[in-house]
């Protein structure tokens, strides 16, 4: 079986690429990347398999490649996935994000494959929730509230749209947040992390910078999540239809924050960065998790505190 993971350079694809080489035999690995990407998530495996250069905006490029390989499942987790730099280059996501998938669809068509795709959606999209919406059901109105919100609508109805006309074989699934060891210094759980540590090691003062400690959020650990999308294409997933993954559990980022500073012994001051602050947030993301676990039998098996403990050990050895 070729399975081909598009963006395996990043914070989830290095994470998935690791769980096919551990625990999936008969499979060969192809993974894409851009030229200029990043590669210190997956320098200890990359050597397993196979690296190839594709800008998906270039739809020539992604013929070639989905004509190369002819795989038989597709993660497709390249994205431009960092809320707020939406906000500062709206068109360059949106780009990325609905055109790159568009011509991956495309490129699929022309080359006369029928494989599985799961496409990584977002919880993002549901946006504006009200209290009597949660926990959050696929059936949720989708109000978006960030260009990379809106972004990720167009892949998810896309993927909708190419099942229903074309029979592309799409699992939509909406992750709802993970984080995880690799995650990005720009995400919260890792941002907070990063500067504990660089505190500890007499890098800044001992002051943490924060936005918004009120939002809620539904966090999984990205192990947790990547072998859910592994099991999105095993085949107990509709074609066409998406499913939320979520831990079912709502964290108050103020109570991410206290946790992570109850595992250091570093005095830390805490203050408001208004930079930090977004033009518009989603007050509460908390997800209904019912009809993936109902469709595959997974269940998120690494507590919160744990996956807060190995973001901190990430950042204590790559820090020095």
């Known amino acids: 079986m070729k399975v081909l993971i598009t963006g395996v350079t990043g914070f989830v694809g290095s994470h998935l690429a690791d769980y096919v080489l551990e625990n999936c035999r008969g499979v060969e690995l192809f993974g894409l990347y851009r030229w200029r990407s990043r590669t210190e998530n997956i320098e200890h495996s990359r050597q397993f398999f196979e690296m190839i250069e594709c800008d998906l905006r270039d739809a020539s490029s992604v013929r070639k490649v989905i004509n190369k390989i002819r795989p038989d499942r597709i993660f497709h987790l390249a994205a431009q996935s960092f809320v707020p730099s939406s906000w500062n280059a709206p068109t360059e996501s949106v780009v990325i994000n609905v055109i790159g998938q568009i011509n991956i669809f495309e490129a699929i068509r022309e080359v006369g494959i029928d494989p599985w795709i799961q496409i990584a959606c977002s919880s993002e999209e549901y946006g504006m929730v009200y209290s009597g919406e949660i926990p959050i059901k696929e059936t ?23 099942s229903m006309s074309y029979g592309l074989k799409v699992i939509r699934t909406r992750g709802f947040n993970h984080t995880g060891p690799r995650r990005g210094a ?12 660089e505190i500890e090691k007499g890098l800044r003062k001992p002051v943490i910078m924060v936005g918004n400690l009120e939002a809620k959020r539904d966090f999984t650990d990205v192990r947790d999540m990547v072998h859910a999308y592994w099991l999105a294409l095993e085949g107990n997933c509709v074609p066409g239809e998406v499913y939320n ?22 005095e830390i001051e805490i203050r408001q960065d208004k930079n930090r602050l977004r033009p ?18 997974w269940e998120p098996m690494i507590p919160f505190q744990k996956t807060l403990r190995d973001i901190l050990e990430y950042w204590r050895c790559r820090i020095n």
Do not use: H
């Open 140 to 162: 949720n109105p989708l109000r978006p509230l960030s260009p990379y919100a809106v972004s990720k609508v167009g892949q998810d109805l896309l993927g909708y749209q190419y």
């Open 186 to 197: 720009v995400f919260v759980c890792s941002d907070f992390a990063r500067q504990i540590v």
């Open 245 to 266: 993954i979520s831990s079912g559990k709502c964290w108050e980022i103020r109570e991410v924050l206290e946790m992570l500073l109850e595992m250091t012994d570093a």
């Open 280 to 297: 518009s947030d989603v007050p509460i993301l908390l997800g209904d998790n019912f009809k993936f676990r109902q469709a595959t039998g």
